[in-house]
């Protein structure tokens, strides 16, 4: 499967932004999703997870409140709503899928096995 991420770009605090991550070559419909983040100079890390149906959501605890993850599986395709944007949020988006979960969602990187390029998000002061 192949997972490519959009709709980044440049905002200013306070302001919203939705990713987008459309996969193809394999519908992703029975794998947990995930979305992570590299600001420079930092690691990778966990943002939010989504599992298959949806029914359950799992958020980094900086992000809670402010970004809400959610899928469509008819267009294989998963979204991050990024409401409230901080400029702490300036990273590199990345999405992921876990595909030996359909249902338990890992915030650790080597749950996922499938990786999209990333999308830049700027927000500025």
């Known amino acids: 499967v192949q997972l490519q991420a959009s709709g980044g770009g440049l905002v200013q605090a306070g302001g919203s932004l939705r990713l987008s991550c459309a996969a193809s070559g394999r519908a992703i419909s029975r794998y947990v999703m995930g979305w992570f983040r590299q600001a420079p100079g930092k690691e990778r890390e966990f943002v939010a997870g989504?599992?298959?149906?949806?029914?359950?959501?799992l958020y980094a605890d900086s992000v809670k409140g402010r970004f809400t993850i959610s899928r469509e599986n008819a267009k294989n395709t998963v979204y991050l709503q990024m409401n409230s944007l901080k400029p702490e949020d300036t990273a590199v988006y990345y999405c992921a899928a876990d595909r030996s979960s359909m249902v338990v969602i890992t915030t650790l990187l080597v749950g996922y096995d499938c990786w999209g390029q990333g999308t830049q998000v700027t927000v500025s002061s």
């Open positions: 989504i599992s298959w149906s949806g029914g359950s959501t």
